[in-house]
């Protein structure tokens, strides 16, 4: 078993933590705010005064951080981790960042002689409390072969996407092309809805024909069809439009930063902006159903 730093342990950082000491290890914890330390260090954890305390002599820092900006200062600076941790210690980013941010972090590492691996999650709130996380992972073969026993403490699916910010760039892929999937169904029940089809028996047969897709069958934005859908309960909880909005910015700052042509991708990031700017940010991403009705 391992002594692990865990630095931000909020929404999704708090229950990874929660599973590493479930599996038996040590952790160690480090966040801004002391009522979520305190929250951790109910379930087990050791409070961290700092970085430099938590990392101090660890086998293994795990980060779960808002963006790339604090990955960095956690990482870089003169009190963080890679001046503070033991030269062996493996260390993990599961914070969704831009690709360039978690490319400096794993030079930065690798200059100094550290394993390092970013590996942002899919799966919410939810997987991260029942341990059913996907880790996209970018890294060296060594180091994923490392942090894979450590990741599937707190996920179901592991997977070396390829070398450094490999992990970021699948995780923006996934999300704008679940974004862009996601306004697609949405326009397609406003359009039957439109035509007077019954939501139900538009579903039964988009679900079987060529429209098939997981924000349809999984993840409906009508109420009724798939009954766990966020549609059900007013698109409360789920995957706020906020970190989807989030992420088709760095999808779009990726896509300008390598040239690519995402003309869809950048008409969600539109729309989803909108919707957030409406005051809808707090709203599960298929709530946009009702921007697209006129409703709000
Ligand atoms: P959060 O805001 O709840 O947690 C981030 C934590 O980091 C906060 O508790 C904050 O106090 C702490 N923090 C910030 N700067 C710090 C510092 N310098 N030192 C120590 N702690 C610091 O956010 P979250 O929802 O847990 O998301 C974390 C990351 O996971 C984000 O990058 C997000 O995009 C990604 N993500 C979130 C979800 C989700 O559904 N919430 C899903 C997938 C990925």
């Known amino acids: ?61 795990v980060s779960m951080l808002p963006a790339g900006t604090h990955v960095r200062g956690v990482y870089l600076g003169d009190d963080g981790v ?60 060594a180091t994923f072969a490392k942090a894979q ?28 092309l679940l974004a862009i999937s996601m306004i697609g169904t949405c326009e397609a029940f406003a359009l039957g809805e439109k035509l007077g089809l019954d939501p139900q028996k538009l579903f039964d047969i988009a679900s079987t024909s060529s429209g098939q897709c997981w924000s349809l069958t999984t993840y409906c934005p009508v109420p009724g069809p798939v009954p766990t859908s966020p549609a059900n309960r007013e698109y409360a909880g789920g995957f706020a439009t906020a970190l989807m909005l989030k992420d088709l910015k760095l999808a779009q700052s990726a896509a300008q930063g390598a040239g690519a042509v995402t003309p869809l991708g950048a008409e969600a990031a539109q729309l989803y902006a909108l919707f957030a700017a409406n005051g809808h940010a707090s709203l599960d991403f298929s709530a946009i159903i009702r921007m697209l009705r006129g409703e709000v």
């Not at 929404?11 to 009522?35: E, I, Q």
């Not at 379930?43 to 305390?53: C, L, P």
């Not at 001046?83 to 969704?96: E, F, G």
């Open 1 to 61: 078993m391992s002594v692990i730093a865990f630095i931000g342990v909020g929404n999704m950082g708090g229950p990874m933590a929660k599973n590493l000491l479930k599996a038996g290890h040590t952790v160690r914890a480090f966040d801004l705010s002391a009522d979520l330390l305190a929250n951790v260090a109910s379930a087990g954890a050791a409070k961290a005064a700092s970085v430099k305390d938590a990392v101090t002599g660890a086998d293994v820092v």
């Open 82 to 141: 890679l001046a503070n941790a033991r030269k062996d210690a493996l260390l993990i980013d599961s914070s969704t960042i831009d690709i360039d941010s978690a490319r400096a972090v794993h030079t930065a590492a690798e200059k100094a002689g550290f394993a390092f691996l970013d590996a942002p999650v899919s799966g919410g709130v939810g997987g991260a409390e029942a341990g059913t996380l996907t880790f996209m992972c970018g890294g060296s073969d």
């Open 149 to 176: 026993p450590i990741l599937e403490k707190m996920g179901k699916k592991v997977v070396l996407a390829g070398g450094a910010g490999a992990g970021q760039a699948a995780k923006i892929c996934n999300n704008m």
